[in-house]
């Protein structure tokens, strides 16, 4: 692979104004798009070389054929410019969201003559204030209809509505007490609007007002002893206590703002987002994101912001919003939202009190979305087993494939490779099965590929891996013998073997079966940028539908073996990290940190020279010495 890539702008083309860039493919579709304060301090972080760069960043990087910017006056119009592209260009390597469409809302339709209340999980109803979402349908239906006997507004549909306005008499519901519009004849448009309004607002958290105008109503009425009207203030007071308990006080009750819990792995995040108005939990949405790049946890705050308030309206966007770490562009997204909501909002971090409490509460709400969403669809039997016959009929296998074995190849800069093994039986990880092999001399993924392959099929040709051994110990229990027996290394065959990566990883994958004599065993890989699924000797991938239980299967299959790659890479890491560099006099974590930076690992650190280490900022030549002797001597 080339060390640079052959777009690369030329040195000093890049301007140092802020702005957004785009990376386009070679049919010049947008792949990703970035805001930057320094253009070219932001795109030179792409153009190291390549060895350096994380993964799915050096995929995308190499994927793309130009790069372009547009250069703007100001940060906060950098930021507006992203979210606009991103919006219309749906980047495919930028995050990508999946809103929980299950999750219903109350909806008032203000645009309407005489506004109704409604339950729906359509969000795009012109004029309409939502609220919510709730987490049960019959949980919308119970607080409409307490609500309706406080603020007795219209249910009814809209062709009841047009038929009682023509013909003079009240809509059904409205006869039977359960429609409070100008259907009923009970009220006036206007005066129906009143009550709307009323709605709207203690919805919005403006229930104190209205529990002190209520109590002061009955106790005028019981006073004047008009003890009916006095019993309908308290029904009112009762119902409104009722909707009240089922948000318990979480905040001060002036407070309004929403909150972000986020759970994350390397490929994905599920974010808790409750949204506090008066002080209550007046609706919770989840959202799940798939991460193509790999961003920090600020980047991705950045963009979980700039989805939930890019197209809300001002009354949407609450005075305060609590993440759990801060964007680097924390003071341009204050300022983008105090412009679309016409007054300060602040973005903080919650770190102590009621705030922290109620952030931890999202955050394992958002950890245990993250673990439904990975888990959901293996648990269902149905599902599994529609994934292997999609599967056997997507590949011509001749049976269905009931244990497949996974691979990736994972390293750092270039070095310290390892590689993964998962293995899935009936469609379920088997996790005592899971296997890691230490790569120490390979040229790139390819060879890599090939070595750790014709490593595990070897077992295949020993009998006594997979047989049952001798016993190994024995012990009397009950008078009897009993004994107890090794576990064997590699126990089965697989009927599928399944590669992270496209035609030249599924090519080596080949190689090896066939060197091995093992070509008997179906092969596939699976390639990150498109879901394409290769096979080998083909020019062209098989295409799954997005919504195949195949897919999927083969999709989860591939990120177990990169989370399980990545988990013991990083465990070698630091425990190199911790017993090599560490004991080095002198060297702290500072010049640790920059050491692994400019060497990417310990293995490459050891075969650099003195002057080569001398010449890092902050190690001087006896360092240098010190750090040379210390590793030549291990």
């Not at 219309?88 to 309407?112: C, G, H, Q, W």
Request: net charge neutral; aromatic share 6%.
């Amino acid at each position: 692979m080339a060390e640079q890539l052959p777009y690369k702008p030329k040195q000093g083309e890049i301007p140092t104004d802020p702005g957004v860039y785009r990376f386009r493919d070679p049919a010049g579709r947008i792949l990703y798009v970035g805001k930057a304060k320094n253009l070219r301090a932001r795109l030179s972080n792409y153009f190291a070389p390549l060895r350096t760069l994380h993964e799915r960043t050096r995929r995308m990087v190499t994927t793309a054929a130009s790069v372009e910017w547009t250069v703007v006056a100001s940060d906060v119009e950098a930021l507006q410019l992203e979210y606009m592209w991103i919006q219309e260009f749906s980047p495919p390597f930028n995050v990508r969201y999946k809103d929980d469409k299950s999750y219903p809302f109350m909806a008032i339709t203000l645009a309407d003559e005489a506004p109704r209340v409604i339950v729906t999980r359509n969000h795009r109803i012109p004029g309409a204030k939502y609220f919510g979402p709730y987490p049960k349908v019959w949980a919308v239906h119970d607080t409409i209809d307490l609500m309706i006997k406080v603020f007795p507004i219209r249910t009814c549909s809209d062709a009841s509505y047009k038929k009682a306005m023509a013909t003079g008499r009240p809509c059904f519901p409205g006869q039977i007490g359960r429609c409070g519009g100008p259907c009923s004849m009970k009220v006036g448009i206007e005066e129906h609007r009143a009550i709307v309004n009323d709605f709207v607002a203690f919805m919005s958290g403006g229930d104190e007002r209205f529990t002190k105008e209520l109590t002061r109503r009955m106790r005028e009425a019981s006073a004047a002893m008009d003890y009916e009207a006095a019993a309908g203030y308290r029904d009112k007071l009762q119902a409104i206590d009722a909707v009240l308990n089922r948000s318990a006080l979480v905040l001060a009750s002036d407070m309004d703002a929403d909150l972000f819990g986020i759970a994350e792995d390397e490929l994905a995040a599920t974010v808790q987002h409750f949204v506090v108005r008066g002080g209550r939990v007046r609706g919770v949405r989840a959202i799940t994101i798939e991460k193509e790049l790999d961003i920090s946890g600020g980047e991705l705050v950045d963009q979980v912001i700039q989805r939930a308030y890019g197209g809300a309206s001002d009354a949407d966007i609450p005075r305060q919003i609590l993440v759990p770490v801060l964007p680097d562009d924390a003071t341009e997204l204050e300022a983008w939202l105090r412009e679309r909501r016409g007054k300060l909002v602040s973005i903080q971090v919650a770190q102590r009190g009621r705030k922290a409490e109620l952030m931890k509460t999202a955050a394992l709400n958002a950890q245990q979305a993250l673990m439904l969403h990975k888990t959901r669809r293996t648990s269902d039997y149905v599902a599994r087993t529609q994934a292997l016959t999609d599967l056997q009929e997507a590949l011509g296998l001749a049976e269905a494939p009931l244990r497949i074995e996974g691979y990736d190849v994972s390293h750092l800069s270039g070095t310290n490779v390892v590689a993964s093994m998962v293995v899935f039986e009936d469609g379920l990880p088997r996790k005592d099965q899971y296997r890691t092999f230490g790569v120490p001399e390979t040229t790139d993924d390819t060879d890599s590929i090939h070595q750790v392959l014709m490593r595990r099929l070897a077992y295949l040709d020993r009998p006594e891996e997979n047989e049952p051994p001798e016993p190994t110990e024995a012990a009397l229990q009950d008078g009897e013998v009993v004994t107890t027996r090794r576990r064997p290394r590699f126990a089965y065959p697989p009927q599928l073997l399944v590669v992270d990566g496209g035609k030249p990883q599924v090519e080596a994958a080949a190689r090896a079966l066939a060197d091995a004599g093992h070509e008997e065993i179906a092969l596939c890989g699976i390639a990150k940028r498109l879901e394409e699924v290769w096979l080998p000797g083909e020019d062209f991938p098989v295409i799954l539908p997005r919504t195949s239980e195949a897919l999927y299967l083969l999709q989860r299959l591939r990120d177990e073996a990169h989370r399980f790659a990545i988990t013991h890479q990083r465990k070698r890491r630091k425990r190199d990290i911790s017993t090599v560099l560490a004991e080095v006099p002198g060297l702290g974590d500072a010049r640790i940190r920059a050491l692994l930076r400019h060497f990417g690992s310990v293995t490459a650190l050891r075969s650099a020279t003195e002057d080569e280490i001398a010449q890092l900022p902050g190690i001087g030549p006896k360092l240098a010495a010190s750090v040379h002797g210390h590793l030549a001597a291990r």
